[in-house]
């Protein structure tokens, strides 16, 4: 220790001095954010919970009690392929009439939202719903946060003007991840990540601290009204060893090529219906398509994939290899399709479920490959390449098995996973159509 303390005094180079260190902001600067973010928070969680509700409640008569009316099967293919494609013209409709056209192109959109004018704001939301109880493979993620950050930003600075502009965003998306996810500890990991590498006022957590106010208040709100659990009841893992650490580190770095073919193919299936031109043609087109992945797929294919990742996990042997890697393929091309063509959306839950269907695959290959380790490391290097948000990707597939020992294989797992997503293409794409790096 001496000698490393003489060496730090002989090289300015490793010192740090007094003036260099960032001061503390002062508790009196940040208390005033913390009721706005509280509000935000609650705010935040009740649009998402309250659209989702909605189109859940839609869902229910467009895939039972209208094809029971009909006398049709729920999920048979006249039906997937009439509704899809129903959905895709009601989506189009929105996109073509109501005001502020749902937003802009989702392909050019993330989970960093940029401050849309007021006006857009409800016919995104309706397209979103409809997109929703409709069946195309998207999440709500990332037009939720767009509208609450919309919502924050124009009712914050018209009632809080002295709150800085820039705040409100901040807080809405922070506040719509935790609702989202139902807890804080998401947001905080994305905060800290979009934080990294700017130039910050003061300590990290000073920064952080309003953000994570909100982000606690609107996973609060969610658990407390929905009682949201990630938790799949996936077979328990034990003392992981040797194999198990393997069958991580494979599994994961497939699951992101995988998912990079899809990152690839973006843009070109993305142009493809653009070349159609009017969005009375490009959404049903990708309804239509995604009607076909359907009966390709099977119903389990449908929707954001949440629930249907539920029903995979409760018994991970009743399917085939062969039809575990169908779901895997059908899942991540209506993924691809659906956000190339209009649909408003995420791209999260979706990959969820691809990269569940792989790892369940992989365990039906191999039957030394544990399903929770399956499953786990499958997710996570989906969610590499699709999201290219580590700490989402890295938090997400740890809570699905919520094993202290499965965090620390999959945090191995993903090193190579990242070394072959980083850098590369994302699944987002620019004004003029070229991929995000």
């Known amino acids: 220790m001496s000698a490393y303390r003489e060496r730090v005094a002989q090289d300015p180079a490793l010192k740090a001095p007094a003036d260099q260190a960032r001061p503390a902001t002062p508790a009196r600067v940040l208390l005033p954010s913390i009721l ?3 509000v935000v928070g609650v705010v935040a969680s009740l649009l998402f919970l309250g659209v989702s509700a909605l189109a859940e409640q839609f869902q229910h008569v467009l895939w039972r009690n209208l094809p029971d009316a009909l006398g049709v099967g729920r999920y048979s293919v006249l039906w997937m392929l009439v509704m899809l494609t129903a959905t895709g013209l009601a989506v189009g409709l929105v996109v073509w009439k109501v005001p502020g056209h749902a937003g802009p192109d989702p392909a050019t959109t993330g989970l960093d939202a940029r401050v849309l004018p007021p006006v857009v704001l409800p016919g995104l939301l309706l397209a979103t719903a409809l997109m929703l109880a409709g069946g195309p493979s998207l999440g709500p993620e990332n037009p939720i946060i767009a509208v609450n950050v919309g919502l924050a930003f124009w009712l914050g600075s018209r009632f809080v003007p ?10 809405a998306e922070a506040a719509t991840i935790g609702a989202l996810f139902g807890t804080p500890v998401a947001a905080a990991l994305v905060i800290s990540e979009a934080l990294a590498g700017r130039r910050l006022k003061g300590p990290l957590w000073d920064n952080v601290f309003p953000p994570l106010a909100a ?3 609107g996973a609060l709100t969610t658990t407390l009204v929905a009682h949201p659990t990630f938790d799949l009841h996936l077979p328990v893992l034990g003392r992981p060893g040797w194999g198990d650490l393997l069958s991580a580190l494979v599994i994961a ?3 992101a090529l995988l998912g990079m073919c899809a990152v690839r193919a973006f843009p070109y299936v993305r142009g493809a219906f653009q070349r159609l031109g009017h969005p009375m043609l490009v959404i049903p087109a990708g309804g239509l398509v995604l009607g076909l992945l359907a009966a390709l797929g099977g119903h389990l294919t449908l929707f954001k994939g949440l629930a249907e990742v539920g ?3 409760r018994d991970p042997d009743g399917w085939s290899a062969g039809e575990f890697a169908v779901m895997t393929v059908v899942k991540l091309a209506a993924l691809l399709v659906a956000a190339s063509s209009g649909f408003r959306g995420g791209r999260i839950f979706p990959a969820v479920f691809v990269g569940t269907a792989f790892g369940l695959c992989a365990h039906a290959l191999v039957s030394g490959v544990h399903p929770a380790v399956g499953v786990c490391a499958g997710v996570l290097g989906m969610l590499l390449a699709v999201t290219r948000q580590g700490w989402i990707s890295l938090f ?7 094993s202290a020992a499965m965090l620390a294989l999959l945090c191995i797992a993903s090193l190579p996973a990242w070394l072959l997503v980083t850098g590369r293409p994302q699944m987002q794409l620019r004004e003029d159509g070229t991929p995000v790096r």
């Open 36 to 38: 706005p973010a509280l």
């Open 162 to 171: 002295r709150m800085p502009g820039a705040m409100w965003p901040a807080l």
């Open 215 to 217: 982000a606690a208040a």
């Open 253 to 255: 770095s497939l699951a």
């Open 311 to 313: 029903e995979l996990a």
């Open 396 to 402: 997400t597939a740890a809570v699905l098995a919520s």
